[in-house]
């Protein structure tokens, strides 16, 4: 089943007329609702000029190229794959109650 990855959010922080800081989000979707396949994990990083992320520039002059390149995309990707994995794929087995089980007589 294909996953559908949504850049959905980009909040900037403004210091002297620059991005110093960015709240950024995708969404990531697995299958369509109501399916078994369905699967959906919400992704957000806070990056700042200040570390070093990225350097600082006017609001306007970002693009979503720019943004985009800021999300640690590879990253989101192998955790969402595993929990894909673990949840939908390879479920954990759970145990399953034998409710007509019947205590044994003493002997």
């Known amino acids: 089943m294909a996953v559908t990855k949504t850049f959905n959010t980009a909040i900037p922080y403004l210091s002297a007329g620059k991005v110093v800081e960015w709240q950024l989000g995708s969404t990531y979707v697995n ?6 396949e369905y699967y959906v994990t919400d992704f957000e990083i806070t990056l700042n000029a200040n570390n070093g992320d990225f350097t600082p520039k006017a609001e306007a002059s970002w693009t979503k190229a720019d943004l985009e390149d800021l999300l640690p995309t590879s990253h989101w990707d192998a955790i969402f ?6 949840v939908i794929t390879n479920p954990p087995v759970n145990p399953v109650p034998d ?4 205590i044994p007589d003493e002997s």
């Open 81 to 86: 794959t595993s929990q894909v994995e673990s």
């Open 99 to 102: 409710n007509n089980y019947v």
């Open 31 to 36: 299958g369509v609702s109501g399916t078994p």
